[in-house]
């Protein structure tokens, strides 16, 4: 049986990327893996995640793109760079607060 362990990062938090050059803010957050197998299987055996950790829904950017990514906890780092997303979805679900951190826009749906 897998057993889930408390998250480590938090919605709204920037994190980077342990291996590849993107970075992004969570927008959501699963307990453990909760994707499909074929998705999981596509990433090299060698690299491949535990799926008994948090993964996390990402508005990432890249120095070329935007997308949506999904990560396991041990493959992010806090990013302390100050830099905004500039991910074009981050206004509609979130609000940037004084720190220049990141608010959930509506709470009550996370």
Known sequence: MIKARTAK???GQVV???IF???GVIFDIDPEF???EEWWLSIPEEVRPHKDQPFYHLLAENAE???VAYVSEQNLLPDD???PVR???VAEIFVKDKTGGYRPRNPSLN
């Open 81 to 83: 760079s100050g830099e």
């Open 9 to 11: 990062f938090q919605i």
């Open 87 to 89: 991910h074009s979805q």
């Open 16 to 18: 980077r990327h342990r």
């Open 34 to 36: 909760n994707n499909t």
């Open 65 to 67: 793109s935007e997308y």
């Open 21 to 23: 050059s993107f970075r």
